[in-house]
């Protein structure tokens, strides 16, 4: 799992892999939300009105490639099961 550091003016870089993933460019709005699990969770901001949405497989495909362990797993299951 990519580790974020916070920077100068409290700003983060989403590494490469993920942008090109949701298709973020430069300039691109993201919103974020505060999880009942202390999770912090960002998702681009369709500003054509429509919003992306991803499948389960698409999602569990990603958290798998991010080598998560037992305790984020279980926290991301629940955070898929809300949604």
């Known amino acids: 799992m990519p580790i974020l550091q916070i920077r100068r003016n409290f700003q983060i870089t989403i590494p490469s892999k993920l942008r090109k993933s949701l298709g973020i460019q430069e300039g691109d709005l993201l919103d974020a939300e505060l999880t009942d699990y202390e999770a912090i969770i960002l998702r ?13 497989s698409e999602i569990q495909q990603w958290l798998k490639e991010d080598e998560l362990s037992e305790v984020e797993m279980k926290i991301a299951q629940k955070i898929l099961e809300k949604s």
Not at 44 to 56: H, I, Q, S, W, Y
């Open 44 to 56: 681009p901001r369709a500003l054509t009105g429509k919003k992306r949405t991803f499948e389960k």
